[in-house]
């Protein structure tokens, strides 16, 4: 289903600015998440990405997506450059410039770790986010503060939790267990100052453009704990050696990080529950039994 002329008729001016519009044309639809629809654009002889949904069933999740991505960038991460969001209708829309496709190798694994060890070697002042975002199709809190251990528990942790319980995913024993790994969180990672996160840092939200160069996409950013970043690159795999050898070597992790691997996942994990149902019921209790 391509968008219609009246969408595009629309994003044509805020695109031309103070120049002469011309005219937007469908390419081809491409692949961007369940939730989207999303297409390839061009304008004379320029290229954009253009990510469409339900603003009613979503509201702000691409003016979040936006300024989560300009974030990631005025912290020298690579990310595509927005052009605009907003809405029209019943729809929101993304628009960035496209990222011409390159192939993957082991250089370009290691150059997606040093940027995610730089972006990471940023530091807060408080963990949280001035705005709230969503993570996949959820919404997501980001209120902020300087335990990391209410955030963690109090914006990632609980709302996961009740929304399981509330739709019969968990039962009141499993509550009762994550109400007792909340309450033993505090003394269960190393505490760091603030880092600014990707946040939903699997396979899938990074690109290998012309050239080798990754490129960050898809954030659900917030300054969090850098270790929840690379909990999740082992969750779905997509990442080699190169890439935790290039970040380790930048930005040294504290002794005992693998084990805390399912600590993190727990919040995507929940995430994955809350969406897709039981199957990742497994999951869930396994990675809890490893701490409660």
Not at 16 to 42: F, H, T, W
Not at 237 to 254: D, K, M, R
Request: glycine share 10%; proline share 5%.
């Amino acid at each position: 289903m391509f968008p219609d002329d009246l969408l595009l008729k629309h994003i044509e001016p805020l695109i031309a600015g103070d120049k002469e519009r011309i005219p937007l044309r469908v390419m081809r639809e491409v692949s961007g998440g369940s939730i989207n629809n999303c297409y390839q654009l061009k304008s004379g002889g320029r290229l954009f990405f253009l990510k469409v949904n339900d603003h009613q069933r979503f509201p702000g999740m691409f003016d979040a997506e936006k300024r989560g991505l300009e974030l990631l960038g005025k912290y020298g991460a690579p990310v595509p450059a927005v052009v605009t969001s907003g809405s029209f209708s019943t729809r929101q829309f993304l628009l960035m410039e496209w990222i011409a496709p390159g192939a993957g190798n082991h250089l370009s694994q290691a150059a997606l770790g040093r940027e995610l060890a730089a972006l990471h070697g940023h530091a807060g002042i408080q963990f949280g986010l001035d705005h709230h975002n969503y993570m996949g199709s959820l919404a997501q809190r980001n209120d902020q503060g300087s335990s990391f251990t209410d955030f963690f528990v109090t914006c990632r942790l609980l709302p996961q939790v009740k929304l399981a319980a509330d739709q019969r995913l968990l039962d009141s024993s499993l509550v009762k267990r994550f109400g007792q790994l909340c309450t033993a969180f505090h003394g269960l990672y190393p505490h760091e100052k603030p880092a600014l996160v990707h946040g939903d840092f699997w396979g899938g939200n990074y690109l290998i453009a012309d050239g080798g160069k990754p490129v960050l996409i898809d954030p659900a950013v917030a300054w969090s704990h850098r270790e929840t970043d690379l909990a999740m690159t082992r969750l779905f795999g997509g990442f080699t050696e190169a890439f935790y050898a290039s970040y380790i070597e930048l930005f040294p992790l504290a002794a005992g990080w693998q084990s805390r691997i399912p600590l993190w996942n727990l919040y995507p994990l929940l995430i994955h529950l809350n969406l897709f149902g039981t199957g990742y019921l497994g999951q869930v209790k396994a990675a809890l039994a490893r701490f409660v």
